[in-house]
């Protein structure tokens, strides 16, 4: 199972573009990338997911380089509802789809 | 889509006493089925996972259990609550196949006085 590497914290200002980045440097073969977005007292809920280079939806892009042994998570023009905590998981799912959350990177927006 | 109901939302329990905590799924059948904790300030801990009825895995030793009675329902039991067992606990459920999604319960907050 690959190890996940994310800072602790990240402070930004409403409408800026936030990226986070994870490393992962083990990152196997089968291997996908999933960010899912925690906010206080709920559970975490699912962002984005991708393989290799860049996956968009709605809410986030995702950048994964060719080695893949990091990824970005971007956030377009932030609001003060995106202060959460962002976990990056990294899993094959061979393993019967076992989720192993990290400590997340807390993003703090301010006005 | 999947939907996770949980129940309740906060419990204050005293050292000693059971503890049972149930979630339900709807939206798809057969689902994997999982239990954490979470700390004030931290990650989360995997406790159980239950790949169907009756199969419970335990990941991390404790004061807890886990049972899968039916397809869609995950029971979260203690016979006697410890200070320690305070926190926060999610249940969560993904579908049967590789590289899906969790989706997650709305969490107990359980308070052990």
């Known amino acids: 199972l690959a190890k996940t590497t994310q800072p602790i914290s990240m402070d930004s200002y409403e409408g800026q573009e936030v990226n986070i980045t994870c490393s992962h440097n083990?990152?196997?073969?089968?291997?996908?990338i999933t960010w899912y977005q925690q906010f206080p007292s709920q559970g975490p809920r699912f962002i984005i997911q991708?393989?290799?280079t860049k996956v968009t939806n709605e809410v986030a892009s995702l950048f994964i380089p060719a080695d893949r042994k990091s990824s970005t998570l971007s956030l377009p023009r932030v609001s003060l509802s995106d202060t959460a905590v962002y976990y990056c998981?990294?899993?094959?799912?061979?393993?019967?789809?076992?989720?192993?959350f990290g400590s997340g990177t807390k993003l703090n927006v301010k006005p | 889509s999947q939907t996770i109901h949980q129940w309740p939302a906060t419990l204050v329990q005293p050292v000693g006493s059971p503890l049972s905590l149930e979630c339900t799924v709807e939206?798809?059948?057969?689902?994997?089925l999982y239990w954490y904790r979470q700390a004030a300030g931290r990650g989360l801990q995997l406790l159980f996972y239950?790949?169907?009825?009756?199969?419970i895995s335990s990941e991390v030793p404790q004061n807890l259990s886990a049972s899968r009675p039916q397809d869609r329902q995950f029971i979260l039991s203690s016979k006697k609550l410890l200070l320690s067992d305070s926190g926060f606990y999610l249940c969560?459920?993904?579908?049967?196949?590789?590289?899906?999604?969790?989706?997650f319960g709305q969490g107990t907050r359980l308070t052990v006085v």
């Open positions: 998981l990294v899993d094959d799912g061979r393993n019967f789809n076992k989720f192993y």
């Open positions: 083990n990152i196997a073969t089968n291997d996908y």
């Open positions: 991708g393989y290799k």
């Open positions: 939206g798809t059948s057969n689902p994997n």
């Open positions: 239950s790949v169907g009825i009756g199969q």
């Open positions: 969560a459920g993904s579908r049967a196949n590789l590289n899906t999604e969790a989706f």
